[in-house]
């Protein structure tokens, strides 16, 4: 069994930093890309941030200057620093890990639960 938990949602007002961590536990050999994802009321769920194994990372356009992803692959947890928060990034945010779980012959896709952020004043 592998799970996902993400953590450090909240409400903060426009202008404030949060910090969202995601914690991978279970039975995992070895975890390949993470990344997370958010969902806005009403709107399909998209891309926030990707990380590799080699710590490589990417960012959507919206979040480029303002969102720092980064892991710990000791400790099998991602994260994501939000700065210069807007309301529009208000969403729930996922973890997603691309990993390999103990005994399965092929790496597959993990979701979390989901945290909600809230950007308001």
């Known amino acids: 069994q592998v799970q996902l938990v993400e953590s450090g949602g909240g409400l903060v007002q426009p202008g404030g930093s949060l910090r969202l961590s995601c914690a991978a536990s279970g039975s995992i050999d070895s975890i390949n890309d993470m990344a997370w994802y958010r969902q806005a009321p009403g709107k399909e769920r998209q891309l926030v941030a990707t990380i590799t194994s080699a710590l490589s990372t990417d960012y959507a356009d919206s979040v480029k200057g303002r969102f720092t992803i980064s892991r710990d692959t000791a400790k099998n947890t991602m994260y994501l620093q939000m700065n210069s928060l807007k309301p529009e990034d208000t969403a729930v945010y996922y973890c997603?890990?691309?990993?390999?779980?103990?005994?399965?012959?092929?790496?597959?896709?993990?979701w979390g639960q989901g945290t909600q952020v809230t950007v308001s004043s």
């Open positions: 997603y890990a691309f990993l390999l779980r103990r005994g399965a012959g092929r790496l597959a896709g993990y």
